[in-house]
């Protein structure tokens, strides 16, 4: 296994780009939209500079991952030789549906698919292709080049044989693969979720502020990260999609997202990615924001 493509330069696309490049394998990154491949590369070499300045990597060391990356805005062309795909793109479950269709008829009849969807079904995904027993969740952890877990996720057809060539490879990666069950939002999210949840919906109710919220997380519980802040890192959006796919595949009230996180998106304030969340992100000294007019 050595062509692995990638579809989607986003945050968590160019991430997996780059963990496998570094690792040796000669990665095709694959984005309908050339802007986000030059975007998704620039992160990539902007990140490898870090890691050369803390003397992590070499400056060779670097140069081979750059070398190791080529780009595509056509997935047929991207995916010829690949022994694995990853797929990478936002979190939505038409569009995801859509792209394995298209993996399916691209793809060799040996070529393993995979998602890196955070709460999405892998056999409702696999379900619309012609082998899924071949496609497996792969859920890779944000930032991850730094981060050590991989969920990896087995729909009710993913074989023996992929399950383990996927736990093998996430070991050559130099990460820590755990094989969890295909529930809505698995394990790390079905957990994670309904916590940032709650500490919007703690916000919402006037129980304490921002600043208040993350600190008392930080301090009594050893976070090392705010949960308001750790939402706003992973995409208010994504948040919400998220808790929407858990709570439509359970029925659970626990999981119906707060009103505050659903106004915050309906008004673009997305987090990091928007310049603006709990906290703001356009200046150097992030301040409490969200507006009154969103809170009881």
Do not use: W
Not at 39 to 65: H, Y
Not at 212 to 237: N, S
Request: charge should be neutral.
């Amino acid at each position: 296994m050595k062509n692995i493509a990638v579809i989607g330069a986003g945050t968590m696309g160019n991430g997996i780009a780059h963990t496998f490049a570094q690792s040796g394998f000669k990665v095709q990154l694959i984005d309908i939209n050339e802007t986000s491949l030059k975007k998704g590369l620039a992160t990539i070499s902007k990140n490898l500079d870090r890691m050369v300045v803390k003397e992590k990597i070499t400056e060779t060391d670097k140069n081979n991952t750059l070398a190791n990356i080529s780009t595509f805005t056509n997935i047929t062309e991207g995916v010829e030789y690949a022994s694995l795909v990853v797929e990478a793109a936002t979190e939505n479950v038409d569009l995801k549906l859509n792209i394995f269709k298209q993996l399916d008829t691209a793809c060799p009849k040996d070529t393993i698919l995979a998602t890196n969807t955070s709460s999405i079904s892998i056999t409702q995904i696999a379900a619309v292709t012609s082998r899924p027993e071949m496609v497996i969740g792969m859920h890779f952890m944000n930032p991850v080049p730094i981060m050590k877990l991989v969920e990896i996720i087995r729909g009710y057809s993913t074989s023996d044989k992929v399950t383990n060539t996927i736990m093998e490879l996430s070991k050559t990666l130099g990460k820590v693969p755990v094989e969890v069950n295909d529930y809505p939002g698995f394990v790390a999210n079905r957990i994670l979720m309904p916590m940032l949840n709650e500490s919007i919906e703690t916000l919402y109710n006037g129980v304490a502020g921002v600043n208040e919220i993350d600190t008392v997380m930080k301090l009594g519980m050893a976070h090392p990260m705010g949960p308001l802040r750790l939402a706003d890192f992973i995409g208010l959006d994504v948040c919400l999609s998220i808790l929407n796919v858990m709570y439509e595949g359970f029925k659970n009230p626990k999981y119906a997202p707060c009103p505050l996180l659903v106004n915050m998106v309906r008004a673009g304030k997305l987090g990091v990615k928007s310049g603006e969340g709990f906290y703001d992100y356009s200046e150097s000294r992030k301040t409490e924001t969200v507006s009154k007019q969103f809170i009881n």
